[in-house]
């Protein structure tokens, strides 16, 4: 189903972590260190990823800086630091989840099978046929560059067709 980066400097629990996602479908990589994950990021294409903080040469604030810098890809926080300072610093640096170990593995994965069907069923900005564009995002449909009003019925056939 998806490639899941699994960053974890605890091998046990990167075992664990890896087992879950497997489970559910997921390819899995990991990383011991904040300095692998960046490489792997670089020469692979990865759909979301699994980050602990306390992990040696690089901590995973800085690596998650770095990979909203790369990718848009969801960005789970799995962690120990359970200080609320922590959890705002990790939104702040690009995450999109935040969890405290311990933790439960399925819903782990359940939180993982979420932010992917969102992430992967995101609407193109703009369809375009002919003279007729739509913006799904907005809901909006235009006409030569005007803006045409359409009930709920009429956009979704629109939008289906």
Do not use: W
């Not at 879950?20 to 490489?39: N, S």
């Not at 604030?61 to 960005?75: H, L, W």
């Not at 789970?76 to 995450?95: C, F, N, P, R, V």
């Amino acid at each position: 189903m998806a490639n899941i980066l699994i960053v974890e400097d605890e091998k046990n629990m990167q075992d664990i972590i890896a087992e879950y996602m497997k489970k559910g479908g997921h390819t899995c990589f990991t990383a011991d260190d904040g300095i692998d994950a960046l490489m792997i990021l670089k020469n692979n294409p990865m759909d979301l990823m699994i980050l602990d903080i306390m992990m040696p040469h690089i901590d995973g604030f800085t690596v998650c800086k770095m990979a909203r810098e790369m990718s848009n890809m969801p960005i789970i926080m799995l962690t120990a630091k359970s200080e609320e300072s922590d959890k705002l610093k990790g939104y702040e640096y690009g995450a999109d989840d935040y969890t405290t170990k311990p933790f439960s593995p399925k819903v782990l994965l359940a939180k993982v099978n979420a932010l992917l069907r969102r992430s992967s069923s995101e609407p193109l900005d703009i369809l375009s046929i002919g003279k007729i564009s739509v913006m799904p995002s907005s809901r909006k449909v235009f006409l030569d560059g005007q803006e045409i009003a359409l009930t709920h019925k009429e956009y979704e056939l629109l939008y289906f067709l």
